[in-house]
């Protein structure tokens, strides 16, 4: 039976076969290339909402972390310091738990889930953190800080 076909008619029985140039079927390998001719999709930056959606739609977990971080530099700008930049270090930690939890973020996926929690989270935490012991009246003072301050700085 395989004797009377065409050896130019082959037959693809692969799922990763794929047709070249000519259409004739050729096996693809999953292995990553040697030289890299585009970047990939970072993990879990497919749309957020379906494709039928409207664009703010598929991608609201960019758009309220975007969405808070300007209502806290707003806040900021209207001369309340402390407030705006917790508001906008809280946006980071919102934008870590969203990269945690959900599957498809859309463009809050910037590369690996692992390195955008990282990077959200240190990020988020830091800017908290200074803007609790940020003066006059810190709400947080750490001990070492102040003894590390004090032969930097003088108060003559």
Do not use: C
């Not at 047709?19 to 050729?26: F, I, K, Q, T």
Request: proline share 8%; aromatic share 8%.
């Amino acid at each position: 039976m395989q004797a009377d076909r065409n050896p130019e008619e082959a037959e693809v029985r692969d799922a990763v076969s794929a047709p070249d140039a000519e259409g004739r079927p050729r096996r693809t390998t999953r292995r990553f290339p040697r030289f890299t001719r585009d970047t990939a999709r970072p993990e879990g930056g497919g749309r957020a909402a379906s494709g039928a959606a409207p664009a703010p739609a598929r991608q609201w977990p960019i758009l309220s972390v975007l969405g808070l971080v300007g209502v806290g530099l707003l806040i900021t700008a209207l001369d309340v310091f402390r407030y705006g930049t917790l508001l906008v270090g809280a946006a980071l930690l919102t934008g870590a738990v969203l990269r945690w939890l959900l599957p498809d973020v859309g463009m809050l996926a910037v590369r690996s889930r692992f390195t955008d929690i990282l990077t959200y989270g240190v990020l988020g935490s830091a800017i908290v953190l200074l803007s609790m012991m940020a003066q006059p009246n810190p709400w947080l003072e750490i001990p070492f800080l102040k003894d590390t301050l004090h032969f930097t700085v003088s108060s003559d």
